[in-house]
T-cell receptor
Framework: DAKTTQPTSMDCAEGRAANLPCNHS???????VYWYRQIHSQGPQYIIH???NNETNEMASLIITEDRKSSTLILPHATLRDTAVYYC???????????????FGQGTILTVHP | ETGVTQTPRHLVMGMTNKKSLKCEQH?????MYWYKQSAKKPLELMFV???????ENNSVPSRFSPECPNSSHLFLHLHTLQPEDSALYLC??????????FGPGTRLTVL
């Protein structure tokens, strides 16, 4: 799976949009970009994933550049409860009966302040 | 609530004890995973079961022994652990290669 690079930490004011960048310059054509987050001492929570089109769900939006070498996770109106470690992971969605391995890095510590 | 439960949530054990961690998923998934998260380290994948067969074992010491009796249940049997095995142990499940859903974890302390 391709390696990802994320900033170590970011701050965001409550109510503002949080934009978390991720670089994945070695991503290959069949690899997806996944985002998870982990609130302190809890299990990671799936947020969103995409292949090449931008994606949006009730939690966030994912913007993937046209060359797919980087992406941005957008939390449109950050709240204090969004304070967490955010992980950007690249992996292939294996088909059939195979599983898709997730390799977690250090992630970005997002702190939302009042 | 993610649909993945883990028990116990906290466990303290001595190095000579034998204990088991339990994971149960209520999502109808067919793959289950054990991860370990030590302090200040990324999550490390330990074991993967797909369709109740172990498909990955990431060089985990034999003092950790997984068991997957059916697609909804996963156990991690622990014996003669070391203090450095103290960590948060996380279980996850997925429908084969789709997104994984994690349980709340078991905080293990080995004395």
């Amino acid at each position: 799976d391709a390696k990802t690079t994320q900033p170590t930490s970011m701050d965001c004011a409550e109510g503002r949009a949080a934009n978390l960048p991720c670089n994945h310059s070695t991503i290959s054509g069949n690899e997806y970009v996944y985002w998870y987050r982990q609130i302190h001492s809890q299990g990671p929570q799936y947020i969103i994933h995409g292949l090449k089109n931008n994606e949006t769900n009730e939690m966030a939006s994912l913007i993937i550049t046209e060359d797919r070498k980087s992406s941005t996770l957008i939390l449109p109106h950050a709240t204090l409860r969004d304070t967490a470690v955010y992980y950007c992971i690249v992996r292939a969605n294996a088909g059939g009966t195979s599983y898709g391995k997730l390799t977690f890095g250090q992630g970005t510590i997002l702190t939302v302040h009042p | 609530e993610t649909g993945v439960t883990q028990t116990p949530r906290h466990l303290v054990m001595g190095m000579t004890n034998k204990k088991s961690l339990k994971c149960e998923q209520h999502l109808g998934h067919n793959a289950m995973y054990w991860y370990k998260q030590s302090a200040k380290k990324p999550l490390e994948l330990m074991f993967v079961y797909s369709l109740e067969e172990r498909v990955e074992n990431n060089s985990v010491p034999s003092r950790f022994s997984p068991e997957c009796p059916n697609s909804s249940h996963l156990f991690l049997h622990l014996h003669t652990l070391q203090p450095e095995d103290s960590a948060l142990y996380l279980c996850a499940s997925s429908q084969v290669a789709n997104e994984q859903f994690f349980g709340p974890g078991t905080r293990l302390t080995v004395l």
